[in-house]
């Protein structure tokens, strides 16, 4: 399967660095008169609702028209807004903003803190946006560095030369999500491995590595020994085991609880995409002893 220069980034770039700061918002007190000069304006098509700075909910053109519909013009926000926050944490990968568009069919995400305080949003047209940037730029760096250092010499001589990379992930480090995955990309860069190959790595070792921090309970570890033939990632972890494997494997499917997902995460594509990325992937999961995930990828 090929994947593209678009695809790599959307697993590299965050949230944050595509995302729009300068958020207009309204208060539950708002009326829907108001919301509706707001939108015209503005010519946006929802804002979130603050109550005292914190994040209380979404009022949308769906609910202006709804209420407008049986003359509700000044009625209070608060009465007529979307309750449910579909967030992400700005520190995430766009991916995961990728994930909630496609699991929820929303035209905007509410992009938030750790302690859950807004600091963005983010629509479809921020991350195409964001994407030709990260594009741009990436062509210019790589226009800068064209002398990549190669580590498998053939005047090496060995039964079976070999780089091992190791790294430990803390559970629910979700601020640290991405970092190990970003570091192998890194490594591989300096081996000279092809992109193509290298955004297959990218795409498996960071659903890898997010997996480790949603599900497990005491972290885990993500092992990457690179060949010169093949890529071989151990990824193995103590946590609860995978209760049916077949059932995890199906896209969508998630066990992740209600406040992961809330953050953004969890989305159920992790293992999915392995495989779509992989030339082979096992799974071994034992109930309350952990899983170890093997992929392997031809050079």
């Not at 603050?50 to 028209?65: M, N, P, Q, R, Y």
């Not at 060995?158 to 480090?173: A, C, F, M, N, P």
């Amino acid at each position: 399967m090929e994947f593209t220069k678009k695809q790599e980034l959307i697993y590299n770039l965050p949230i944050e660095h595509v995302m729009r700061k300068n958020v207009i918002t309204v208060t539950p007190d708002t009326t829907i008169r108001q919301l509706k000069e707001i939108l015209r304006i503005n010519r946006i098509s929802g804002v979130p609702v603050l109550d005292g700075g914190h994040l209380v909910g979404v009022a949308s053109i769906e609910d202006l028209i709804k209420a407008l519909e049986v003359g509700e013009l000044d009625v209070p926000v608060g009465q007529r807004m979307t309750r449910q926050l579909i967030t992400v944490l700005e520190h995430a990968s766009i991916i995961e903003a990728v994930k909630k568009f496609s699991q929820f069919h929303i035209g905007r995400l509410l992009v938030v803190n750790e302690k859950g305080t807004l600091t963005g949003i983010l629509t479809g047209s921020d991350i195409t946006r964001g994407l030709l940037e990260a594009i741009n730029l990436n062509d210019h760096a790589k226009e800068l560095k064209r002398n990549p250092q190669i580590i498998f010499r053939e005047d090496i001589v060995s039964d079976q030369t070999s780089l091992i990379l190791r790294y430990h992930i803390k559970e629910k480090d979700f601020k640290s999500g991405g970092s190990a995955s970003s570091k192998i990309k890194r490594a591989m860069e300096q081996l000279g491995i092809s992109p193509q190959i290298l955004r297959r790595v990218a795409i498996c070792a960071y659903e890898a590595e997010m997996n480790l921090i949603i599900h497990t309970n005491a972290g885990g570890e993500l092992i990457v020994e690179i060949e010169p033939e093949l890529i071989r990632m151990t990824i193995t972890d103590r946590g609860p085991g995978i209760p049916d494997v077949e059932q995890a494997m199906s896209p969508g499917f998630s066990t992740a609880p209600t406040w992961i997902q809330e953050l953004g995460f969890g989305a159920g594509m992790g293992l999915a995409n392995i495989k779509k990325c992989a030339d082979s992937f096992t799974i071994q999961s034992n109930l309350g002893t952990g899983t170890q995930l093997d992929i392997v990828i031809q050079l």
